[in-house]
Structure formats: C-alpha cells, structure tokens
C-alpha cells in the first residue's frame, strides 16, 4: 500500500469508526433526513426522544447537493435515515454507500400514489415521476405514518411516545388543510392559474385545484431554452395568468424577467422544497403551508 | 426565411435583451480575445475565469444575489490574481503562465472554501451559469459599459499593445509602456470576463472571447482585420445560437458557445488563410 493511499484511509476511515463507536453510547435515536421537510416532520413525531440531522438545510435546494465529508460522518453514526425517494436526493446512494450506513432506511413516500409528468426535452417527451409529494397534505399524513412506523420498528420503547406525537401532530394537518381549501375556494376559477420557477407544485395542484406552470422542470438542475421562456410568456399573455411567484430554492432572474415582459405581478416567494430557518415564515412543514396559502390568497385575490 | 429570423426577435423582449447584451459582449471580448491569441497566451482566459468563480461566489454569499456584490466580487479577485501574476512574471524567474497558475489555483481554492463554509444554499452553479434569457437593465448596462471601456482602452493602446505582442523586446527597449500595456491589458481580460459571466456564465464568457478570435484566423492576417471578423464571428454565432436555443428548444448559453465552435470547424476546414483546404490544394504562384 503506497502512502498516498494510507493517508486516505487515514483520513476517511479513522472518524467513521470512531464515529460508530460513539453512536451506542447515546441515550436519543440518531436520525439523518435528506432534507428539511422530512427534518421538521421527524422531529414533530420524534419529539425529545430521537436527535435529528438533516443533510440539506434551510433554503437548501434537496436536488442537487454535494454532500461533504461530515454529512458521511453523521449518516454512518445514525440509525435511522429517511428520505423523500422518488428520485428526489440523486446524491443519497452515493453517500449511503461511501459512508458505511447500516441502519434502516425509511423512505417516506412508500405507498403514495405518484404522480407521472411529462417532460418535454430536445422534442421527445418522456414521463417522470414527480418527487414533490409533500405538498399536499394527504401525502403529508402517509409521510408521518411511514416516519412513525420507522421509528417504533427502531425503538419500539417508544412506541407510545411516537403513536401520541404523530396523532397530535395529524390533528394540525386537519386544520391546516382546511385553512387551504377554504381560501382556494374563494378564489375565481379564472385565477386559480399561476407561475413558479420549478415544477414543485404538481401535487399541491391536482389536490386542491390550482394549475401550476414552470419554465423549469420537476428539478432544478435543468436550464432554460429560449423556446420554453417563449412559450409560457405566450401562455401568460393568452390565458391571463395573474401572478408569478419566486421560490426560496431557486434563481429568480428569469421569473423576474417574465414578469417584465408579460406584466404579470410578482406575487411573493413561495416555500417548495425547503423550509425556512428558525426565524423565517415557514419554519415548520405546517407553517408552509400556512405561509403559501396565504401568499397565493393574497396575490391572487386582489 | 426573413421571418423565421425576425420573429423571435418581435416577438419577445428577453430575446431582444438578449440579442443587444450578446451584441455588446461581441464588440468588447473578441478583440480582446484577438489579441490574447497574438500573444500564445488564449489559455489565460481559462484560468483567469477560475480566478473570478470564487470572486463572485464570496459576492454571492455576502449580499445574495446582487449584480453588483457579484460582478464587483469578481472583479477584485480576477484583477488581483492577474495584476500579481504579472508583476511576479516581469520581476522573478518565474514565467506568466507558471505564476498565472499559481495564483489562480490559490483563489479558486480559497473561493471553494469559503462557499462549503456557508454550506451550499441556492445550487451556485445556477447563479454562476449565466442567464442570457434574463438579462435585465442592470445587467445590459453594465455590458455595455465593459464593452465601452473596452474598445476605448483598446483604441488608446493599440500600438504599444501590438508591439508588445509582436515584439516586447522592440517595446521595452524604446518605450517605458511595455509594463503599464500588460497590466491594463489583463485588467481588460478580467473585465470582459466579468461582462461576460452576466449574460452567459462564468465559463463560456472565455468561449465568446476565444473561440471568434482563433476563427478569424482562418480569414485574416493583420490586426484590424482579424479584429473585425471576430467581431462579427461573435455577433453571428450568437445572434443564430440564440435562434437555434429558441427553435431547438436547448439552452442559450451553450447554444451561443457551440455556435461559434462550429465557425470555427468550418474556418479551420475551408477558410482562406492556412485551413486545412488551403494546405492540400496546391497554391498558387505568389499567395502563399
């Protein structure tokens, strides 16, 4: 073995063991989340009994990250580790596998009924799954009882504990629902119709009746053409679309610039695939909602 | 066939602010690209863009995403790392490639450091990447200026300029502004690259500034000359890669780079200056 290699190894492998050794002296459950939606959820139903590190932070964009040497460190001191799946974190297998995770994986969206888009690229369309599930709430309640029974599988001492949690915590959901249908409802049809930068919105759309354009696909990672920058200023003008909102993941120069062009207004940022942070507007999974439904109302409505 | 160029263009503002900031771009970067090839020094561009990424990325996570932290970000980096590899090139053993190497290795490292500190927020290759698309009034202004200043800096400093890429020797021998020329020139460098990293991304603003000025090779011999065909290379290959982005449903700014790479196959195969045509055709008495 050249130097080089045992240097390496040095650095890479030495703080995993010593990572794995420190994770059993813990009295909490480690738990890694892909990002911080599944983060708030895990510790709204968790509570004072599971510690939770979440990979992709506040304002983060969960489709394209690059994890770092420390996100491998945590994950391999972690038991439990959920993510969104449907294609969403590209960059978890690669980090499950280089960081020697042996816990169980619970993947969140397990029993969803998908939603398949078709993307149109270099003039083929293709369909893909839409990984954006999280926004609507009726995906949101399978999410908290696939993260509840992930929880009571790895700690089934607190099974109680996670079962009250979860309860309560699906009691919000009610609320909060009903607080987004009401104000859908009192929009006109005509104005049910808005523009985003990314598709994240499927889900939110086919749940409570809103349609939802993006000159970006279902990731971020895509560029814009010219034609598709066309196409939905023409779709703007042609259908009266009212307002375009931002999002906090995301460049907003084009929107912006389709905005100018179109007149339509910019209705306020709208939380897709990130939460905020602590202080923000929608801290908490509930909270965003909260926070989008409000922005859209008053946009839309005036 | 008219119409199919020009509608586009009526149709939509984004396409005609993307036109006029391609137009600028391709009156100030090619002539500095021209003269950067005169001077065996095109892979310059390339290392200097590394030296302005991290620039801009500090920008960034200092005042978010602000057209003036950013282009301001890069600017200060790109010139520092240019103006000290210079003065170490003229005032050690050390050549300008060499110490140019160095110095831009320690910026980007330092640039990619100070971006995993703060933790990766919105995705920076998107920031960095170039929105042509998007160009606002800020950003044309500022292209324009570069392009402005470019010429006029150009324009005051042909001669000197032109003997230091013909004959440095010559220039450092009859005047003091052998010094003074190549320090602003890379100070035009930085610029345009800057200029450049607003409407087409960090990376393929050396593409708008190379790639017109090795084409025009192919067609020109003496300085006016090639200046003005990659000048128009520039402005052709955007003003059709902006077409081709908007019929072929690809994205612009590659669209834009990947036009001028194809005049320039075509100048390197059929052009009328030592292409590759010229060299098998037997040559004619006197034409050589």
């Known amino acids: 073995m050249n130097r080089r290699l045992l240097l390496y190894a040095a650095t890479f492998i030495v703080p995993l063991l010593i990572g794995s050794v420190g994770a059993n002296a813990a009295d909490t459950i480690k738990v890694a989340t892909s990002f911080s939606i599944l983060g708030d959820m895990v510790k709204q139903i968790g509570g004072d009994r599971v510690e939770v590190k979440t990979f992709v932070g506040p304002n983060g964009d969960a489709h394209v990250y690059e994890p770092t040497p420390g996100d491998a460190r945590t994950l391999a001191d972690s038991k439990i580790l959920v993510v969104n799946g449907l294609g969403l974190e590209g960059?978890?297998?690669?980090?499950?596998?280089?960081?020697?995770?042996?816990?169980?994986?619970?993947?969140?969206?397990?029993?969803?009924?998908?939603?398949?888009?078709?993307?149109?690229?270099?003039?083929?369309?293709?369909?893909?799954?839409?990984?954006?599930?999280?926004?609507?709430?009726?995906?949101?309640?399978?999410?908290?009882?696939?993260?509840?029974?992930?929880?009571?599988?790895?700690?089934?001492?607190?099974?109680?504990?996670?079962?009250?949690?979860?309860?309560?915590?699906?009691?919000?959901?009610?609320?909060?629902?009903?607080?987004?249908?009401?104000?859908?409802?009192?929009?006109?049809?005509?104005?049910?119709?808005?523009?985003?930068?990314?598709?994240?919105?499927?889900?939110?759309?086919?749940?409570?009746?809103?349609?939802?354009?993006?000159?970006?696909?279902?990731?971020?990672?895509?560029?814009?053409?010219?034609?598709?920058?066309?196409?939905?200023?023409?779709?703007?003008?042609?259908?009266?679309?009212?307002?375009?909102?931002?999002?906090?993941?995301?460049?907003?120069?084009?929107?912006?610039?389709?905005?100018?062009?179109?007149?339509?207004?910019?209705?306020?940022?709208?939380?897709?695939?990130?939460?905020?942070?602590?202080?923000?507007?929608?801290?908490?999974?509930?909270?965003?909602f909260r926070h989008n439904i409000q922005t859209l109302t008053a946009a839309l409505s005036s | 066939m008219i119409d199919i160029l020009t509608q586009p263009f009526v149709e939509f503002s984004f396409m005609r602010r993307a036109l006029v900031g391609c137009l600028a771009l391709s009156l100030g970067a090619p002539p500095v690209g021209v003269f950067l090839v005169l001077r065996r020094m095109s892979l310059m561009g390339d290392a200097m863009s590394h030296a302005i990424l991290p620039g801009a990325a500090?920008?960034?996570?200092?005042?978010?995403?602000?057209?003036?932290?950013?282009?301001?970000?890069?600017?200060?980096?790109?010139?520092?790392?240019?103006?000290?590899?210079?003065?170490?090139?003229?005032?050690?053993?050390?050549?300008?490639?060499?110490?140019?190497?160095?110095?831009?290795?320690?910026?980007l490292a330092a640039g990619v450091l100070i971006v995993s500190v703060r933790g990766s927020s919105i995705d920076l290759l998107h920031v960095l990447f170039g929105t042509v698309l998007a160009l606002d009034d800020p950003a044309l202004i500022l292209i324009g200026a570069i392009a402005t200043v470019t010429m006029t800096a150009l324009a005051v400093m042909y001669r000197p300029l032109v003997l230091e890429c013909l004959d440095p020797m010559f220039l450092r021998s009859v005047s003091r502004a052998s010094s003074p020329t190549h320090i602003f020139f890379l100070v035009l460098v930085v610029l345009n690259l800057v200029g450049g990293f607003q409407a087409l991304g960090t990376l393929m603003a050396v593409g708008i500034m190379l790639l017109p000025a090795v084409t025009a090779r192919f067609w020109a011999e003496e300085v006016p000359n090639l200046i003005i065909v990659a000048v128009v290379a520039a402005f052709g290959s955007s003003a059709l890669?902006?077409?081709?982005?908007?019929?072929?449903?690809?994205?612009?700014?590659?669209?834009?780079?990947?036009?001028?790479?194809?005049?320039?196959?075509?100048?390197?195969?059929?052009?009328?200056r030592g292409s590759l045509l010229r060299q098998l055709l037997p040559r004619k008495h006197l034409d050589a």
């Open chain 2, 241 to 272: 890669g902006l077409l081709l982005s908007y019929y072929a449903n690809v994205p612009s700014g590659p669209a834009i780079i990947l036009t001028c790479g194809v005049a320039y196959l075509v100048s390197l195969l059929v052009g009328p």
């Open chain 1, 91 to 288: 960059w978890m297998s690669r980090l499950q596998k280089s960081s020697g995770f042996k816990g169980t994986v619970v993947t969140a969206t397990k029993g969803i009924k998908t939603r398949q888009m078709e993307e149109e690229e270099h003039g083929t369309t293709r369909k893909i799954t839409d990984p954006h599930a999280w926004q609507s709430l009726t995906n949101g309640r399978v999410y908290v009882q696939n993260i509840r029974d992930g929880l009571v599988a790895a700690d089934p001492a607190g099974k109680d504990a996670y079962e009250a949690n979860a309860k309560k915590f699906l009691a919000d959901f009610d609320d909060v629902e009903k607080i987004v249908k009401d104000s859908i409802a009192k929009l006109p049809p005509a104005r049910r119709k808005i523009i985003t930068t990314h598709d994240a919105f499927g889900y939110f759309g086919a749940t409570y009746g809103m349609e939802f354009i993006a000159p970006e696909g279902v990731s971020t990672d895509s560029e814009a053409s010219a034609k598709d920058v066309a196409k939905i200023i023409r779709q703007i003008k042609a259908e009266k679309v009212p307002a375009v909102f931002l999002e906090n993941v995301t460049d907003h120069r084009l929107l912006d610039q389709i905005a100018r062009e179109t007149g339509a207004k910019i209705g306020g940022t709208l939380y897709s695939d990130a939460l905020s942070d602590a202080n923000g507007p929608a801290a908490t999974y509930l909270d965003m």
């Open chain 2, 58 to 107: 500090i920008g960034y996570l200092l005042a978010g995403l602000s057209l003036f932290a950013m282009s301001a970000g890069g600017l200060v980096a790109g010139i520092v790392v240019a103006v000290l590899a210079g003065i170490v090139a003229r005032s050690t053993v050390l050549r300008e490639d060499a110490s140019l190497a160095a110095f831009y290795l320690v910026s």
